[in-house]
Every structure is written in C-alpha cells, then in structure tokens.
C-alpha cells in the first residue's frame, strides 16, 4: 500500500485533443509522478484509452506505486460525460469518438481501482478554485483557450453545470454574421480566438501571400499543427501575421469574457488552457484591457489571472473526483 | 385592520422609466387594487416619490384600505439599490437621481408602514419565478424587453446576483464594432434591441427620407416618444420600417439570449418588459428562432415563454420583498 506520510496516492488523467497528461498526487495534493503523451490523431477510443493506460502506468512508476495501489484514478474528459455510467460520447477533436464508449469499466479493468469521470474544463476549474489561482474567491469564470474555448463557472462556491452543457463560452456570439466557427456557427468567440481557428485562418492568409514563420517553425519543431510553442515562439520574433491573428483572439475574448461577467458578475477570471498558460500574465492582462470597453460594472472590473496549476490543472482536477466505476479485473 | 379571507394585503409599486405601476395584492397574490400613472421626465427624486405616494394611495383606495393597514410596501427600482439603507443610487432613465436617495425612509413616513426596496428586474424575474411563468422550473432567465433589455437571472430556484450587478444581459457584446448603445458601448444587444436605441435609430432614418408611420401614430396619441403600443401598431400596419428595426432586434436578441444560454444552460426562458409583453408569444416564438443557429445545446433548446405576470409583475414581484425600512411617522 503505497503512501506518502498518513495518506494515500490518486491518479488523475487530463484527456485533451492534444495530450493526454497523467499525474499521481499524495494526500496534500502534491504531485509524485507525472508523465504526458500525444493523444492517439487516428483509430478509435478504444486506442484512445490504451495509450492513457500506459501514460498513467508511467507516471504511477516514477512515483514508485502500481496503479491497483492508488485509492482511485479520475478522468477529465472532453465530450459528454455520464459519470454514473462511466461512458463518455462525442469526444470532440478525439478520434473516431462518436459514439458512447465505457471509457470508465475499460479503465477500471486495466488499473485495478475505481474510475471517476468528469468534464475536463469543469475539473480543471474545480482544481484551480480549491487549490489554485481561485481559491480566496467563492464565484469565478475559467477561460480554457487552447484548441478551443473552454469556460468553468464556480457560483458560491459549487460548481454551476446547468442542464450538463454550461460554460460554453467559447461559443457566446461576439459578431453576428461574423467569422465561421469550427462548431459549424458563426460569429462565435472562438472562431476568432481557439487555436484550431486561429491556424485555419493563417493558413488562408498565408497561402494568399502574407508572410510569416509560422509554418517554418512548425515544420524546424517536426509539428504538423501550430502548437501553444510555436504561437508564443513566432510572438516573440513579432511575426506580424502571428501578432495579428493573437490580436484578433484578444479582441474578441475580451468582449465575450467581459458579455459573461456582464451577466454574473463574478469575482475572478482564471486563464488556464494551452495558449493561456504559455502567453502568461502578460496576455491576462492584455484581455482584461481588452474586456474594459465592454464590462457594464467597469469600476470594478474582476481580476484576470493565470491559471497556477498551469498545465496539470486537468490531471490534479481529474484526481479531486469521487469515484463512480467500481474497480474490477481485467 | 384590512384582510381578505384570513390575510392581510401588500402593496407593489414598479418604478419604471416611462411608468410607475402601483398594486395591493391579498395573500393569495390577486390583486385587489392597481393604479399606473407616467413617470416624471423633470424634477429629481423627491418628485417622483411624490408621483410614487400619489399612485399607491389611489390602488389603496381602489383596494378599501389605508397604506398604514397594509403589512409593508414593496418598490421594485431602477439604478443601485441598498436593500437595508432603503437608499437608491443612480437610477437610470430617472429625472436628477444621480446621488444617492432615501426613497425607503421617505415613503415608509409618507405611508406609515415598512418598506422593501429590491432590483426593478430581478423583482419582476422573482415575481415570474413563483407565481408566473417559471413556477415549474428552477432555473431561469428573465428578459426585459423594453426601453432597455434587463435580464433576471434564477439557478436552483434562487436569485443570482453576483455582486450585485449580474443580469446585465442588454450589454452582451454581439457585434464587435457594432452599433452604438444608449450606455456609451458599442455593439451590446441593447443597442439593436433596446426601444430608445430602435427609436434613435428610426429617427435617423426617418431623417434621412424612410418613410414611416411610427411618428404619426406618436403624434396622434400624443406620445414624445415610440411607446411599445406605437411599435405594435406600426408593425400590425406593416410599416416597412418598423418591421425592419424590429427584426433587427429580434436579431440581436436571438444571437444575445443564446449567448447566455450557452454560458448557463438554464430550464427556461420568460420574455417581459413593455415590448416583450405588449408583441406577445408570437414575437417570443421568433426570438427562439433567432437564438437557434447560436444555440451550442441545440438539441434541447430552452423554451421561450411570455411572462405571465404582464405588465403587473414587476409591482407583484415588489409586493413579495421582505421590508428592511420601519414605518415612520411623517
């Protein structure tokens, strides 16, 4: 039984569109091992959860315990999570991940312990407000802006889900008839402001002759898409394209963060996600100078922050779950 | 001592921009006596909290009482209210009520009885929540379709005030850029669908040569300005005008409330305010089309219902506060 002082270890698996980050933490939530993966672009869930087997595995190694030791292992996940059922259904930017999956019973039967599963963004907003960037305030807003973006809502304290679908901030309108959308729509915030977007965008202008080191630096780094890394890198030779396009994505964050708080009126907004946390405080406060035209209550704006859990955030989340699959052989 | 039945009766007063609506409710919520007079354009506070007395005392005696025979009166106020001072601050669309005023303790002496001062929207989103249109659910938003858009705000079946400044749903950003807003923004929803924005608007274009009947019907009821009846009546004329100025803001209401929706995923919701209540289910029924497109949970969109209150919530709503402000003698 493995234990670090008078408590026991848990697992926590980030499954993101791309990575899967795993993490084991003792009782003080510090974490003993860590270990992190390209998620799978090809296949289905079922090569999906195999690859987030072994990065769990790993991470249980360096902290020297196997995985049937942790009390139990918890998800977040993208998609429609049914953490009774421990299936997960229409994981989007996962391979092959329409239909529901068992993600829970196939997990439980690999390690050896009980599963929990939760919405990736809700977890990682729940890590940051119980041990994080949000943990003096009782009601706050996490803006994920990575790939997509993301939005967690903590009310007084508890988590506010809605009918299953809250927090879809990335798809608050911030121009009729505006850009397309990854989603489908148009206008949405994060069709100016998710990487996914944002690449698709470059490359348009890019092929019709606007100059940039975008897709170099890319292809020097053996990537095949623009990474946080790669946006963050060509910001700071001031690639002019680069700074254009992160512009834009400021522009319209800052509306449609500043449209929600117009509507909660929250304490504080958590800036987590892959380009959140790599830009940093400095494009925090860029968004929070971006939000200021827009707030209603602008004498007293809420603090924008980064995100303190940084890239694990999801992964330690994931280990704040209560269990719902029971462990079982495999 | 009067009562009706076993109870003692309540008194609701709505002070609104263009009207100030006064109501005696019995303890089962009829009411038993109402009186409606305009607000005054001139003067500061003092005198519209004489027009204020005036109107109760009227719906008083329509009820057969005295103001000091009712249990308390309720004012459901524009601008920054201080429940337990009974202070109201900057009360917008109100003659000279820039600093604060002490409306509470002025008609608590006037009327011999305990007052109640809360939020004009979120007495009214109250009032539809237990008695109206949102009795079955428990979480909800309210939308005021008015001289403004004002929006309530219920999740678990409580009131959602952040701090206290949330439901500011008419300045959601839908249109980076966009139009300019009565409140010095651009691009907030109010600015399409606000009536003093739409009656700027049709100003403007009337100026320029579009032809209308708007300012006709106005000058033939004797109006200054485009009351809700005037937009109805145009638009049951088929004013080509105000059809397009209201399609306009059913546009813009459509891309805002789903905004809000996406952000909250709530059970229902209820469209009042003067213009929401005066076009009916038919115009809630193409609001709910508008929002379609921008509706991430598009599979089970809320629906949209017209507050069932009508004119009389906000003053209901009032009736039911909790007083803070002791009766006083004069």
Known sequence: MAERGAERLRGGIDLGGTKIQTVVVDGRNTVVGEA??????????????????????????????????????GVGSPGQVNAAAGTVTSARNLPGWEASYALGPELAAQFGTPIALGNDVQVATDAEAQLGAGRDYSSMLGVFWGTGVGGGIVLDGRPWLGGGGAGEIGHVVVKLDGAPCPCGRRGCMEAYAGRNAMERRARELHAKGEATELFKLAHKRGRER??????????????ALAGKLIARAVEALGAGVASVDNVLDIEVIILGGGLGVRLGQSYADKIAAAMLPHLFNDHRPPPVVVAELGDLGGAIGASLLTPAVAASAA
Chains 1, 2 share one sequence.
């Open 226 to 239: 623009l990474t946080s890394g790669i946006w963050a890198a060509a910001l700071e030779r001031e690639d």
């Open 36 to 73: 992190r993966t390209p998620t799978p672009t090809k296949g289905g869930p079922g090569d999906v959860a195999a690859v987030m087997v072994g990065a769990l595995r790993t991470a249980a190694e360096a902290a020297g315990v196997a995985t049937a030791d942790l009390t139990h292992v």
